[in-house]
């Protein structure tokens, strides 16, 4: 095994073992206990074996990050790059990419063949898998295990979760010879605090000695009191809590907020708070004018001060260039504190001797929710810095939304369990059936997370069903009489007749008499026939159970008892088996357009595999239409960047489109009705955006003018026009990748791209 400098945690040393032994690994740890150490095994083996090594990340960012730190140690020779715009020596015996772009490499499609992808690698390094928990993005990882051939190790490095042993065993099924390193021991313990806004001068420990929640921790108030609003919760606390953390040699800190206006408000708020000495001040000042020298479009920043008083806010409403200089900073322990949105729990190395929470509580477009304890163990879990801090510190803010106890709870919680996000779409269905049959695409399917924790997924439904079937059993009766339901539904039939004829017999009688007329021969012919209902009721063995009452009342409720039960395990059915449901319905979409024929691609159908986008079968078909030919490449840009942007929350200002771009738009908002259609009958819910928010901005910028020009009149956060800007370049790129393209178009889009990629866009 390779010696590292310094002695391994039990966990480390046992998960590198197994690596050396051949065998594939899932690692859950805390965050900060050292998996990067795991990883670092994997690399230096495979440099021993003259193999390669892939190197996963979620995010583009983290990727770029681990290809610098691997550069500096291991010789920028022997290190690549692969993002979804970035390809640098991707023959390198470490490749560092983003999980996408390997996922895509197993599929074989604009990267190659599959054989050659993967020529020599030995290990694949799959760093946060957690990340199969995101809603949006979490199939990539499961897509990446299933196809991923067994003869590479996969060495899959997690923070904590409930249901590892899980993951492992699903891994264990699909590529065989896993084994699982599960350790919750924290390098840096943490120990939490509480801010309580009614003693502003100190954090309070959240517990006691004993383990118990502190009660001189008070709740906070609400903040309307007799119709009016209280002045006190006006007040923020932010600079309170900082001069606490200062005063407590607490710095540097990470004060997690979930606004980015929050963000830069409580920044601004503390950047004149005294955090730095005379050296740190000189320092800052020095590294950020050589940084803004390099990139002069900084130089406006309103932010520029708070950097030089040690203050920064991170959020992805900047500019990637603004928040890799304010990461920097802070690895240096510069920055004293950087007020983030949760995003900055995601990998990004930026270590901090205490992280603030704001709030356990998060605003969504549902309401105020809690966190997740998954949640909370990441953002919790950036504090203490291994080798720098003996503990790490979490302090939770006091808000009206949620009460100690409930952080008391938060804190103690469990991480909670992985769950399947695999999602069928119509590039995954076109790129099996390329490779496989219908039967061994559902193989496949079959292999996911999703249908492996299937017992787990329907677990709730099926214990709603075990109630429903108690309450059958409660409600049930068993009639003396050995008579089913049918029989006391008959004499209800006979019993109701009666007593409605009676009644009206009654009537009939009353009024006859009041106006001293003889009975009608029909009314006396009525009364008899009534009688006999009598006779026909009382025949019944229920008109003299003394059960009926109870029999008959249980009746309805077990009625729709059984219509509840019916639905559910309907519903039981059809999750069971969702996953090979949304691959047909996918699979039957394409048909109908003839993207397949015989359960097979058709040239359209290839072209469309290749594709990556939220809905690619929209795409292609806009790309088909041959709209998107004779434009310009900065209108081709401003059209792209519409169908790329999502759907976005606020009132936003219209900024108009040249007039090329807004009749190509309604060409696609054509196509678009048309692919709706044919979703909505076939159930697919695949998003189709057409939003111009930027599509103004990106015909200005790629037609040359300066970033001050686009992005200083606009309600839009630099960084929100960055990443449309991105988005947009990311399909212009697969314009000229993929096959069938009209070479006019693969010009267009190229020249778009060199147009668009200029700094700061160009930068990560």
């Given amino acids: 095994m390779y010696e590292f400098p310094f002695e391994l945690d039990d966990f480390q040393k046992q998960a590198c073992e197994y690596i050396t032994n051949g065998k594939s690994v899932v690692v859950c740890a805390p965050t900060g206990a050292g998996k990067t150490v795991i990883a670092q095994h994997a690399i230096h083996l495979a440099l021993e074996q003259g193999s390669r090594v892939f190197y996963t990340t979620p995010l583009k960012a983290l990727s770029n990050q681990k290809f610098y730190d691997f550069g500096e140690k291991y010789g920028t020779d022997k290190v690549g790059l692969l993002t979804g715009d970035t390809s640098i020596n991707r023959d390198a015996q470490i490749v560092v990419m983003t999980t996408e772009v390997f996922r895509n490499m197993l599929y074989g499609t604009n990267f190659g063949a599959v054989s050659d992808n993967l020529k020599n690698v030995r290990y694949v390094i799959l760093d946060e898998v957690h990340y199969m928990n995101d809603e949006q993005r979490g199939t ?21 979760v409930a249901n590892a042993d899980e993951l492992t065993g699903w891994i264990n099924t699909v590529h065989s010879g896993t084994e699982l390193v599960n350790t919750d021991f924290r390098p840096v313990p943490l120990k939490y605090f509480y801010f309580d806004s009614s003693q502003p001068t100190r954090i309070l420990p959240l517990f006691t000695p004993t383990g118990q929640l502190n009660n001189r921790i008070k709740p906070e108030r609400p903040p309307f009191r007799g119709g009016g609003r209280s002045k006190k919760q006006d007040k923020s606390y932010v600079k309170e809590i900082v001069r606490n953390l200062y005063s407590q040699d607490m710095l540097p800190a990470i004060y997690f907020t979930f606004s980015r206006k929050k963000c830069d408000e409580q920044a601004e708020k503390c950047a004149y708070l005294d955090l730095l000495t005379n050296e740190e001040r000189a320092k800052i000042k020095q590294f950020v004018d050589e940084y803004i020298a390099e990139n002069p479009y900084l130089y406006n920043n309103k932010q520029l001060e708070f950097l030089y008083n040690g203050v920064a806010s991170h959020h ?27 995003t900055l729990a995601a990998g990004i190395n930026m270590p901090a001797r205490t992280t603030v929470i704001s709030s356990v509580s998060k605003r969504t477009d549902s309401g105020h929710r809690m966190l997740t304890a998954s949640e909370f163990l990441q953002m919790s879990g950036r504090a203490g810095r291994r080798g720098m801090d003996e503990v790490g510190y979490v302090v939770v803010v006091g808000n009206y939304f949620q009460s100690p106890e409930e952080v008391a709870e938060l804190v103690l919680s469990d991480a909670n369990p992985l769950e399947s996000r695999f999602s069928p779409s119509y590039s995954m269905v076109l790129n099996l059936l390329q ?38 059993a409660e409600r049930s009766v068993n009639c003396p009489y050995h008579k089913d339901d049918k029989t006391l539904f008959e004499y209800l039939s006979v019993k109701n007749l009666y007593l409605k004829n009676k009644d009206t017999y009654k009537k009939i009688i009353r009024q006859e008499n009041a106006r001293n007329r003889k009975i009608s021969d029909e009314a006396l012919k009525f009364g008899q026939d009534n009688k006999k209902n009598l006779d026909k009721m009382h025949s019944f063995c229920c008109d003299n159970c003394k059960l009926f009452k109870k029999h008959s009342k249980n009746v309805e409720v077990i009625a729709r008892i059984q219509e509840h039960l019916k ?9 069971r088996d969702v996953f090979w449901n949304k691959f047909m319905a996918h699979r039957n979409a394409l048909t109908e357009v003839g993207y397949l024929v015989d359960d097979y691609p058709t040239e359209k159908g290839k072209t469309t595999s290749q594709i990556r986008s939220e809905n690619e079968l929209f795409l292609a078909q806009i790309i088909f239409s041959g709209v998107l030919e004779n434009l310009t490449p900065s209108q081709l840009a401003g059209v792209i960047c519409a169908i790329t942007t999502e759907d976005m929350h606020g009132d936003f200002p219209y900024l108009p489109i040249s007039e090329p771009v807004r009749k190509t738009l309604n060409h696609i908002r054509n196509i678009k009705r048309k692919i709706e259609k ?28 300066e970033w001050e020009t686009v992005a200083g009149d606009t309600d839009f956060a630099e960084g929100d026009i960055v990443r449309a800007f991105k988005r947009t370049i990311d399909v212009l790129r697969q314009l000229t990748n993929i096959s069938n393209i009209p070479e006019a178009l693969v010009f267009t889009a190229r020249d778009a791209i060199e147009k668009i990629q200029r700094e700061p866009v160009n930068l990560d």
């Avoid at 500019?319 to 004293?336: A, D, G, M, R, T």
């Avoid at 639905?567 to 059809?574: M, P, R, V």
């Fill in 316 to 342: 992805a409403g900047l500019l990637p260039s603004w928040k890799n200089l304010v990461e920097k900073l802070f690895q240096q322990s510069l920055i004293k504190v950087v007020f983030a949105t949760e």
């Fill in 567 to 575: 639905k559910l395990e309907k519903e039981t059915e059809h999750q």
């Fill in 678 to 705: 044919i979703q909505k009958y076939h159930r697919i819910e695949a998003p189709l955006y057409i939003n111009t928010y930027f599509s103004s901005l990106i015909e200005l910028w790629a037609e040359g003018a």
């Fill in 140 to 160: 990539v990882w499961e897509e990446s295990i299933i196809y991923c051939p067994v003869n590479i190790q996969i060495i899959a490095l997690s923070a904590t």
């Fill in 435 to 472: 490779r496989f049959t219908l039967d061994e695409a559902k193989d496949l399917i079959m292999k996911s997370f999703g249908y492996y924790s299937t017992g787990t997924r329907l677990f709730p439904l099926i214990q709603q069903a075990e109630i429903y079937k108690a309450q059958l």
